[in-house]
Every structure is written in C-alpha cells, then in structure tokens.
Nanobody, 122 residues
C-alpha cells in the first residue's frame, strides 16, 4: 500500500506565505513526477505545479513567480512554497505522485493525498 500525507495548509492573510509538504510512504520502488493540484468550491481540480524526478518544473500561469515546487527524492517528499498569496488561491490542495508500487507490474500509477485546505483571507 502507498500513502501520501500532506501537511502545511491553513489560514493566511493576503500577501502571506505557506509551505505545503507531501510525503509518500509504503511499498515504493520508484517515483517519477510529483505535483500539486487544487480545487476551489464549484470549480474543477487544476494543476498548480509539478516536478519530474530530475527536477524539471512546470507551473500554472496563475502561480508563476509566486509558488515554487521542490522535492527530496531520498525522502519521497514534495514541497510547495507559496508566497504572495491571494484570495483566489483559496482551495483544497492535493498532492499527486506517480509511483511504482509493485516492480513485477512495471507501471507507475498515480496516487493522491487526502487534501489540505488553504484559505487566504483578511
């Protein structure tokens, strides 16, 4: 079994910062892409940022220059540093990772965290 556990969400004022963490644990033989998605009320889940095993990153236009994704491959952990937060960043943030959990199958399957609430409000 594979588990992704997120932490770091909360309430912050506009212009503030938060750092999200997501650690993968369990039966893990390899991890490729890791990323963060978010879903605001009444909206579809959207990609915020992702990062390959080699460290290549991709960001949604709405967060470029404000958010930074990083990872620690030794710890199977991905981070999201969020600066200059805006009310429109309010959402549940989900961690995603493509994980090889059974070497006999040879496929990297997507796993999701349980989500962490980020609320930006004065």
């Amino acid at each position: 079994q594979v588990q992704l556990v997120e932490s770091g969400g909360g309430l912050v004022q506009p212009g503030g910062s938060l750092r999200l963490s997501c650690a993968a644990s369990g039966s893990i033989f390899g991890v490729t892409d890791m990323g963060w998605y978010r879903q605001a009320p009444g909206k579809e889940r959207e990609l915020v940022a992702d990062i390959t095993h080699a460290g290549t990153t991709k960001y949604a236009d709405s967060v470029k220059g404000r958010f930074t994704i990083s990872r620690d491959n030794a710890k199977n952990t991905v981070y999201l540093q969020m600066n200059s937060l805006k009310p429109e960043d309010t959402a549940v943030y989900y961690c995603n990772a493509k994980i090889l959990s059974d070497y006999r199958l040879g496929s990297f399957d997507p796993y999701w965290g349980q989500g962490t609430q980020v609320t930006v409000s004065s």
